[in-house]
């Protein structure tokens, strides 16, 4: 893919925080890491709108739809919203992968890889 998926952070308080993305192909699934909180969930945005199970374990979160539905090319806004405890003064966003329906990665330009509040 010659197109980028661009990504960022949204409103981002002392337990929660907002991941946006916006695309311009259809998205399979997503996986990436949170350095610097520790993660008790996620939920909403695109990836609920796209029938979603998301994920959190240690400091991976992963999504992907079990009857293989996408978020459609062309979505712009939260992709989901984070929930976590004891952040430090900075979060950062590592290791993003994204895939389209079938399973090839998509390059992704993660704007402002970390956030200070």
Do not use: R
């Amino acid at each position: 893919y010659t197109q980028e998926v661009q990504m960022n952070f949204g409103s981002v308080n002392d337990n929660s925080a907002e991941i946006t993305m916006t695309t311009p192909v259809d998205v399979g699934g997503f996986q990436f890491d949170v350095v610097g909180a520790n993660l008790s969930g996620a939920s909403g945005g695109l990836a609920q709108d796209a029938g979603f199970t998301v994920s959190t374990g240690g400091e991976t979160v992963l999504g992907f739809s079990f009857t293989g539905s996408v978020i459609p090319a062309g979505s712009s806004g939260v992709l989901t919203n984070l929930s976590y405890t004891n952040p430090t003064s900075e979060i950062c966003i590592t290791d993003v992968v994204l895939a389209d329906p079938d399973a090839i990665s998509l390059n992704v330009d993660f704007i402002g890889d970390c956030i200070e509040y």
